[in-house]
């Protein structure tokens, strides 16, 4: 089974999205016989046409990208705009997406995923469903406890998509959770995040008395 994975990330091999890819990748490529090519979009773009016509010839694809405050990067929209000439002509591809934000809550990508889905079906391709997966902002930073759950559940989904040419549905609903974050959760979650993301740098750089300071303040 051949696979072509474009990621999208501004951040390109360096994204989040790479790192959780490369599990899913480790698990597909565990199968004799499968091979994956990948691309990245910021590689391209200068000619984005020579992408699509990568795509175009590919037999399944995936994308991933990350959102930033619900929206994708605008060279992910802008390859997606590329791909316009190829509307209905693609009936040889089957193709998925990867759909990650840094929000704890996966819902708060679902609106992006029915935007891909219905992109896949105008492109003329065979739909195969999206990772949907929230909570991977700071995954350098993150406790083990939960970057081992991601690698397990990526690897997981890559092995078997290697075997059957398939998304799990069971895998991708379970990777997924939470779904929704519950406001009593939220209260305990804020300051471990504030925390994690911010405050052990401040204090790391003995400033973090002063993270209250308004320099710009007239």
């Known amino acids: 089974m051949r696979l072509t994975f474009i990621n999208g990330s501004p951040r390109g ?3 989040n999205t790479a790192k959780v890819m490369d599990y899913f990748i480790q698990g597909f490529l565990e199968t004799p016989g499968n091979s994956c090519e990948i691309q990245f979009i910021t590689r391209h773009r200068g ?3 020579a992408l699509a016509g990568i795509f175009s010839a590919a037999e399944r694809v995936l994308i991933g990208f ?3 405050i619900d929206a994708m990067p605008g ?3 802008e390859f997606f705009e590329s791909l316009t000439p190829l509307a209905g002509r693609c009936r040889n591809i089957e193709l998925g997406f990867v759909i990650q934000c840094g929000f704890p809550e996966t819902h708060q990508n679902r609106f992006a995923e029915r935007y891909c889905e219905k992109l896949a079906r105008r492109l003329g391709c065979c739909y195969m469903g999206s990772i949907v997966k929230g909570g991977l902002e700071g ?3 993150q406790p083990k406890f939960l970057t081992d759950k991601y ?3 990526f690897h997981a989904l890559g092995l078997e998509f290697g075997k059957s040419g398939k998304l799990d549905p069971v895998l991708l609903e379970k990777l997924s959770r939470p779904e929704h974050i519950r406001q009593e959760d ?3 979650l804020i300051p471990f995040i504030n925390k994690a993301l911010w405050d052990d740098q401040l204090e790391k750089n003995g400033v973090l008395d002063r993270s209250f ?4 303040e007239p």
């Open 66 to 68: 990350p959102l930033y």
């Open 151 to 153: 690698e397990y559940f």
């Open 75 to 77: 060279s992910v929209k």
């Open 13 to 15: 091999s360096k994204s």
């Open 213 to 216: 300071d308004r320099p710009l």
């Open 139 to 141: 995954m350098a930073i």
């Open 47 to 49: 000619d984005l046409n």
């Open 186 to 188: 939220l209260a305990n």
